[in-house]
């Protein structure tokens, strides 16, 4: 099946009861029992619900998955899955990670005994070189928030398989659309749903997608056990969403090719971050393992203060200050006050992440205003 055709009708099936085309949403906490233990599939709300099963599916279905789990948010995903760890074990992860999975990993798991190496997950010498017997599971983002560094799929899970440890991608940046981590020997798969697949910024919401039985059923185990799942309306909306990924996706992709090589060419920016210019070190990588770019990119101003930066984040008027990211509208963001804030300024500076950096989220409005927007707040 065809990508387009199968974002529009995964997990779709029409309502068997009234032969609805759209999923109902199903505003219940519980379900009727014929008998004790005699049910219809259904017992609890926060275990099942109908239309949270229409997505987990279709997140297993976009994802060229076998099951799909959807969470209340990508960090409560995310602590899912370190939640499959024991005190003693290791995590291999970058150093150049989202500020919100940073503070997880070192203010909650590290005071349960978790250990967590940083490592440049674009060098696979590094990688392996952090790798030790207790190693337990390496967390990769590909593309980087917000510098879009790109990590090789296919060998940091050679990696992660010779040493009995799990590799686990957080593919938000790029979505399903442009990548399918699972097929480069992935075993777990992260989205902030919040992102790219709901793409409206009208819902928070997380996932994790897995083609391993015995590890979904302990990822479920965890969902159920520790509630952190989705309501109801939430699923709809991202299951909405999905249906118009591709076409939105194609729309950053393209207008973020246009923007990218505009800033480039600016007499006032100094360097442009976006994995698809030829000379990115990681472009080899994202080339073969992506089908495109998408509208995600990072740039510094030649004048590289804050107070510079901090004028341009302040004076654009299609692009809205604000965090998050991969809805149709565009956003600009400033990484070191905001999104990344939680990680303390020497370790942002020590990886390339400076005070001036600005993030830039393409949407898809026409991209001649896009550019008009940004060159008015530039100068």
């Not at 398989?161 to 798969?189: E, H, M």
């Not at 928070?204 to 159920?224: E, M, P, R, T």
């Not at 992709?253 to 923007?259: D, L, Q, V």
Request: net charge negative; aromatic share 8%; glycine share 8%.
């Amino acid at each position: 099946m065809k990508i387009a055709t199968k974002f529009i009708h995964a997990g779709m099936e029409p309502d068997p009861s009234t032969g609805a085309i759209m999923t109902p949403v199903y505003m219940t906490s519980t379900y009727v029992q014929e008998a004790p233990g005699v049910n219809k599939g259904f017992e609890y709300a926060r275990s099942q619900n109908p239309t949270r099963k229409a997505l987990e599916e279709a997140l297993a279905t976009i994802e060229n998955g076998q099951y799909g789990l959807a969470f209340s948010s990508g960090v409560a995903a995310t602590d899912a899955v370190l939640k499959l760890l024991a005190p003693g074990d290791e995590v291999v992860t970058g150093n150049d990670l989202y500020g919100g999975t940073y503070r997880l990993f070192t203010k909650v798991f590290e005071r349960f005994g978790i250990k967590f190496r940083y490592v440049d997950m674009g060098s696979l010498e590094a990688v392996e070189a952090a790798m030790s017997a207790a190693t337990k599971l390496i967390w990769l983002e590909t593309p980087t928030n917000p510098l879009m560094n790109i990590g090789d799929i296919a060998a940091i899970s050679n990696i992660a398989r010779s040493r009995g440890a799990l590799l686990c991608v957080d593919n938000t940046f790029a979505s399903p659309y442009l990548q399918n981590p699972l097929d480069n020997g992935a075993d777990i798969v992260m989205h902030s749903s919040t992102k790219y697949l709901g793409g409206h910024s009208d819902v928070i919401q997380g996932a994790l997608v897995v083609n391993d039985k015995a590890l979904y059923d302990q990822l479920y185990f965890i969902q159920k056990s520790c509630g952190a799942v989705p309501g109801p309306m939430d699923c709809f909306l991202v299951l909405r969403g999905i249906k118009t990924l591709h076409l939105r996706m194609q729309r950053h992709c393209e207008n973020g090719e246009k923007i990218a090589h505009w800033l480039r060419n600016h007499p006032k920016v100094g360097k442009v971050f976006w994995c698809g210019f030829e000379d990115h070190p990681g472009y080899a990588v994202a080339k073969k393992q992506m089908r495109g770019f998408g509208g995600m990119m990072s740039f510094e101003l030649k004048d590289n203060s804050v107070e510079a930066a901090k004028k341009v984040l302040s004076s654009t008027h299609l692009f809205s200050l604000a965090e998050s990211l991969g809805g149709v509208e565009s956003l600009i963001n400033h990484p070191a006050s905001m999104t990344h804030a939680s990680i303390p300024r020497e370790e942002r500076i020590k990886n390339g992440l400076s005070d001036s950096l600005i993030r830039l989220s393409v949407g898809v409005e026409d991209a001649e205003d896009l550019i008009e927007d940004l060159a008015r707040a530039i100068g």
